[in-house]
T-cell receptor, first 116, second 110 residues
Framework: NAGVMQNPRHLVRRRGQEARLRCSPM?????VYWYRQLPEEGLKFMVY????????ESGMPKERFSAEFPKEGPSILRIQQVVRGDSAAYFC??????????????FGPGTRLLVL | TQLLEQSPQFLSIQEGENLTVYCNSS?????LQWYRQEPGEGPVLLVT?????EVKKLKRLTFQFGDARKDSSLHITAAQPGDTGLYLC??????????FGAGTILRVKS
């Protein structure tokens, strides 16, 4: 059973370009979470999605960032007009449908974004 | 948002030594998770503790949850170079989002 897959693993962008990060959850998982790990900082929650719905985006910057989890295909985290401060490791996690209790989140290997 | 404090920030020890890292909060945890993250990879869940006073063992790793559910510790016996990594504690908040501590970077030298 394949784990959470993220691609690309490394992404280099110049300031002003767009970055698209993809996440394929584990088989049978319908919940996806995105976290960001800035240099010298811990992991910070960004957004929680279920198929075709954004459940909680309280950790997302108000501008330039968006996320989706379509009915078919991977979840996408999109960063428009990237700036150097967006350089970080972006992790996706997935969990199965809840069964009355919180489910474990399984993390992917991350995408390292470098903005030049 | 709950604030999780981890200590120490860095720990460098020789192979075979024992160590303990800590995770504390001013408020009560509903549950607490410990993760290990290796360079270039994502966090991997080690254990979840739920009940105050709970002790869980995973080979040479012992996890304790404080009686008041405000603190937790991870003790490693006879550390090995393969234990090197970033150890993170995390608490789940309402809505399923995880709140992480800043982590303890452990380096075990052979």
């Amino acid at each position: 059973n394949a784990g959470v897959m993220q691609n690309p693993r490394h992404l280099v962008r110049r300031r002003g370009q767009e970055a698209r990060l993809r996440c394929s959850p584990m088989k049978g998982h319908s919940h996806v979470y995105w976290y960001r790990q800035l240099p010298e900082e811990g992991l910070k929650f960004m957004v929680y999605l279920q198929k075709e719905n954004i459940i909680d985006e309280s950790g997302m910057p108000k501008e330039r960032f968006s996320a989706e989890f379509p009915k078919e295909g991977p979840s996408i985290l999109r960063i428009q007009q990237v700036v150097r401060g967006d350089s970080a490791a972006y992790f996706c996690a997935s969990s199965p449908p809840e069964r009355g209790a919180s489910e474990t989140q399984y993390f992917g290997p991350g995408t390292r974004l470098l903005v030049l | 948002t709950q604030l999780l404090e981890q200590s120490p920030q860095f720990l460098s020890i020789q192979e075979g030594e024992n160590l303990t890292v800590y995770c504390n909060s001013s408020s009560v945890f509903s549950s607490l998770q410990w993760y290990r993250q290796e360079p270039g990879e994502g966090p991997v869940l080690l254990v979840t503790v739920v009940t105050g006073g709970e002790v869980k063992k995973l080979k040479r790793l012992t996890f304790q949850f404080g009686d008041a559910r405000k603190d937790s510790s991870l003790h490693i016996t006879a550390a090995q170079p393969g234990d090197t990594g970033l150890y993170l504690c995390a608490s789940k908040e309402y809505g399923n989002k995880l709140v992480f501590g800043a982590g303890t970077i452990l380096r075990v030298k052979s």
